[in-house]
């Protein structure tokens, strides 16, 4: 390119005398010329982004994925259930079976109470000692007396509490006993049977190693703290006239027999069925000897 323009320049000398003519035709050669050299130099800076279009329309759908790998394990569920007249009417009162599922119509004198055994009608020919489940969605087993009255499960017993190290009266639930344990209920299916009925009994037996319920001194005697948080013992007094009854008093006057075990049945029998079930005992024959008890619950039930 250099040798066109040295060419060029040696031409222009050549036609200096040309006519005026001539020297426009050379001077606007030489003023593109230069252009043409100078644009090949030049730099562009980008301008400012527009403003953004209007959305477009959705495309069609892509093709499927492959398929994952599996997950993780999931948590091992609930065991299974045998299909008997109670579980079937169990999953029914729960929505797993149809009301009308044809399981229904096969077990329906069978058909467990969902309310006091009292207020079953046929009761004959449906609940007399039979084990039914009480309490939709939260069911436990009762018994179904004949006489109407609807009774937990009962061969229910603490450990053994050996209490010889405790030098006052105290309460045995300082020793870990727990009501809901020893009855197998929550405080929420004990209130169902409470709010359901118009009267409760219950039977403790207690059973002895050198301790006695009935003592010869009467504040020593065993206190029982009811459902309402109401302290009662063997006899009336000024906090309560309510007290509970001994049905057999093995459990005093030991004499040669402290190293064996005894018992004492307990009773109470009320119409104020919030008094019920027993929550804690408060043991008061503490003589710094070697001294057990454990409790057994006979009966509590419900009408």
């Not at 209007?54 to 093709?63: M, Q, S, T, V, Y």
């Not at 006899?235 to 057999?248: C, H, I, M, R, W």
Request: contains cysteine; glycine residues 6%; proline residues 4%.
């Amino acid at each position: 390119m250099s040798e066109i323009i040295n060419d060029f320049f040696k031409k222009k000398i050549q036609v200096n005398n040309q006519d005026n003519r001539h020297n426009f035709f050379f001077n606007f050669i030489v003023v593109n010329i230069t252009f043409h050299f100078k644009t090949q130099e030049t730099t562009f800076i980008r301008g400012l982004p527009g403003s953004p279009g209007e959305k477009g329309d959705k495309g069609i759908d892509g093709p499927r994925g492959d398929t994952g790998s599996p997950g993780l394990q999931g948590i091992r569920g609930l065991p299974g259930v045998v299909m008997s007249d109670r579980s079937v009417w169990h999953m029914e009162m729960i929505g797993l079976v149809d009301k009308d599922d044809e399981y229904i119509e096969v077990v329906e004198e069978l058909m467990p109470v969902s309310d006091l055994c009292k207020d079953k009608k046929d009761k004959e020919k449906v609940i007399v000692n039979g084990t039914k489940w009480m309490k939709e969605l939260l069911p436990f087993e009762v018994i179904c007396e004949a006489s109407g009255w609807t009774c937990l499960e009962t061969a229910k017993k603490t450990t053994e509490f050996n209490y010889t190290s405790e030098i006052q009266p105290f309460w045995l639930s300082k020793l870990n006993f727990s009501s809901n344990d020893f009855y197998g209920l929550s405080t929420h299916q004990i209130n169902y049977l409470q709010d359901r009925a118009s009267s409760a009994k219950i039977t403790i037996r207690y059973h002895c190693k050198n301790s006695v319920v009935l003592s010869e001194n009467k504040d020593n005697s065993l206190r029982l703290l009811l459902w309402n948080d109401v302290s009662v013992g063997p006899y009336s007094d000024e906090a309560t006239p309510f007290k509970y009854t001994v049905l057999n008093n093995n459990c005093k006057n030991l004499g040669d027999n402290k190293s064996k075990w005894l018992y004492t049945d307990i009773s109470i029998v009320t119409s104020v069925v919030h008094r019920l079930p027993v929550i804690d005992f408060q043991i008061r024959d503490v003589r710094n000897e070697n001294q057990f008890l454990s409790l057994e619950l006979k009966d509590l039930c419900f009408r």
